[in-house]
């Protein structure tokens, strides 16, 4: 049971990626998804998270209107469609599931992180 997250890489200033995290033992259509990101030095920060149904979906006020995020639940695949990328989204970006059930509580999955790396 895991969460591959790929797709980082080095970008000028203004360039866009897609970043894809894929599910394996699971799948994904019952879990709420999310991007967070950690740079250098500071905290784990939400990036933008996805319900379930699809039907609400949260970004940072720092991304909006320049990511947006997706799933493809047929792959077991969420994406991160980022654009306009700035020195400030240089991070490493991971991508997590989360399901609440009354028997288990909140089961998360962690990917294990991809490098973003936006140059000036």
């Known amino acids: 049971v895991q969460l591959q997250a790929y797709g980082g890489g080095l970008v000028q200033a203004g360039g866009s990626l897609r970043l894809s995290c894929a599910s394996s033992?699971?799948?994904?259509?019952?879990?709420?998804i999310g991007w967070f990101r950690q740079a250098p030095g500071k905290e784990r920060e939400g990036v933008s998270c996805?319900?379930?149904?699809?039907?609400?979906?949260y970004y940072a006020d720092s991304v909006k209107g320049r990511f947006t995020i997706s799933r493809d639940n047929a792959k077991n695949t969420v994406y991160l469609q980022m654009n306009s990328l700035k020195p400030e989204d240089t991070a490493v970006y991971y991508c997590?599931?989360?399901?609440?059930?009354?028997?288990?509580?909140?089961?998360?999955?962690w990917g294990q992180g991809t490098l973003v790396t936006v140059s000036s």
């Open positions: 997590n599931g989360n399901l609440y059930t009354s028997s288990r509580g909140n089961v998360d999955y």
């Open positions: 033992g699971f799948t994904l259509n019952r879990y709420t």
């Open positions: 996805e319900s379930s149904s699809g039907g609400s979906t």
